[in-house]
């Protein structure tokens, strides 16, 4: 069959971001033995509708998949839905090709499965991991017997890492020069039990593995072929389970490439060898998911480590040489002013890189979050397309405020909901002359402020 894969997204904030959902789905098609394209709209800007319609007619696809990565951008106050989007995207697709089968897939998808499918009349969804999921469904409508519109995909018990992502049917040279780096994923699922999170709805609620040294084959083929040498490890939590993590490290270590990476990982079961061992392999550079450092914030959002362990891990980084920004969210469970002064002041005390601070919790359907904020009353509506969120009763009124004055006394802080796009010119500025890696990491404090009015 020809099945077109159509990548939706085109967020640029603050960078690009490679469809590797996506890719994974056409290669995995692919392998099963179709003729597959993939149609990526991050770079058409408004173009879109045009490229997408000729794509359309040029290959007259039999099955379009529409992956949909994110609901909205979580920004608070300022937070954009990306549903309006979809709309127009969805809306193409039918008018330019009626007779095709229109799958929708993707982590946005999975979280609101049966809204999607009533707002872009789809005639197939699949639910969580999409690769195998859609080889079986490509083979139904092969043979002319696919009965079930929705679709749930359980987890495997490993990640597909007999699929190889199809990253040749992307522009993956420009994702390079405009994001600074290529996304590579070694395992997937989450153990932990964050009350707003939806790792595990969308990849299972266990860590699971990959296979390591096709991980690092991956990267070693994009650096001798494609001179590839900054790579973003997009594990939602990179150091668990830790025996991995450094089977990573080591392995990645011994082909002596010299490529450099960052990865997002959690204070929780961090050690000092580990931090060491990703030094040794190329780490440069971390994203820490601390989002709060009070008690009562650290318990009201479910983490699974205190201050202590924040402190010790941020001493371990600076030691390796591995700078590191914290990803905090400000204003949720049991939040007040004071609990915000002793994050903000236990945040600076670790001395890091840059801070990036959400307000709000996003409020996702069946986690303890929206179950909370049900019970306490705080919703408006159920949780759905439309971006709700979670804000202390004690700080909601003032939270705007509170952080602007943060982020006025500390210019390291970066607050997405409240900066819109200011800073866009500049990062794009910053990958034109050649910077890659995070922006975060290549800068001093006083960057953020390089074009504040």
């Known amino acids: ?40 709209a991050c770079f058409a800007s408004t173009r879109w509708p045009g490229e997408l319609r000729h794509a359309i007619a040029s290959f007259q696809p039999e099955v379009i998949g529409l992956s949909l990565r994110n609901v909205d951008d979580v920004a608070w106050p300022r937070a954009t839905s990306y549903l309006p989007h979809y709309r127009a995207v969805a809306a193409v697709i039918r008018e330019a090709a009626p007779e095709a089968a229109l799958v929708l897939g993707g982590s946005a998808f999975t979280l609101f499965p049966e809204e999607f499918m009533r707002e872009l009349g789809a005639d197939f969804g699949i639910c969580g991991e999409g690769e195998i999921e859609f080889q079986l469904l490509l083979a139904e409508l092969k043979a002319g017997r696919a009965t079930h519109r929705l679709r749930r995909a359980l987890p495997l ?4 890492s007999s699929i190889e992502p199809a990253l040749d049917l992307i522009d993956i040279d420009r994702y390079y020069r405009r994001g600074g780096a290529l996304n590579v994923q070694t395992r997937r699922g989450c153990q932990f039990l964050c009350s707003y999170c939806t790792y595990p709805m969308l990849e299972g ?11 690092v084959d991956l990267i070693e083929r994009l650096h001798d072929e494609r001179g590839i040498h900054h790579f973003f490890v997009v594990d939602n939590t990179f150091n668990v389970p830790h025996d991995h993590a450094l089977a990573f490290c080591r392995a990645l270590s011994a082909r002596a490439m010299g490529v450099q990476w960052t990865a997002y990982i959690t204070p929780a079961g961090l050690t000092l060898e580990l931090v060491q061992a990703m030094a040794q392999a190329g780490c440069t550079s971390v994203d820490l998911g601390t989002d709060a450092a009070s008690a ?20 371990w980084l600076r030691d390796a040489g591995i700078r590191f920004s914290h990803s905090l969210i400000l204003g949720g469970p049991n939040e007040t002013r004071a609990t915000l002064d002793e994050t903000v002041q236990a945040i600076n005390a670790t001395r890091p890189n840059a801070v990036i601070a959400m307000l709000g919790v996003r409020v996702y359907p069946d986690t303890a979050l929206a179950q909370q904020a049900r019970r306490d009353g705080l919703l408006d509506r159920p949780p759905g397309l439309e971006p709700l969120f979670y804000i202390s009763e004690a700080v909601r009124d003032d939270l705007d405020h509170l952080a602007r004055d943060i982020r006025d006394r500390h210019p390291h802080w970066y607050f997405p909901g409240l900066e819109g796009n200011r800073w866009q010119r500049m990062w794009q500025r910053q990958r034109n002359s050649g910077v890659r890696g995070p922006l975060w990491a290549l800068r001093e404090a006083a960057t953020f402020t390089e074009e504040r009015p």
């Open 296 to 315: 009562p914030t650290l318990a009201g959002l479910r983490k699974s480590f205190g201050l202590r362990e924040i402190e010790r891990c941020c001493h």
């Open 205 to 215: 609620a266990h860590a699971r593995p990959g296979d390591v040294r096709r991980v």
């Open 1 to 40: 069959m020809r099945v077109l894969v159509v990548a939706a997204n085109q967020e640029h904030k603050p960078d690009p971001v490679v469809p590797l959902g996506a890719a994974y789905v056409a290669g995995a098609a692919r392998d099963a033995g179709h003729e597959v394209r993939l149609y990526d």
């Open 157 to 160: 018990s490993a990640p597909a």
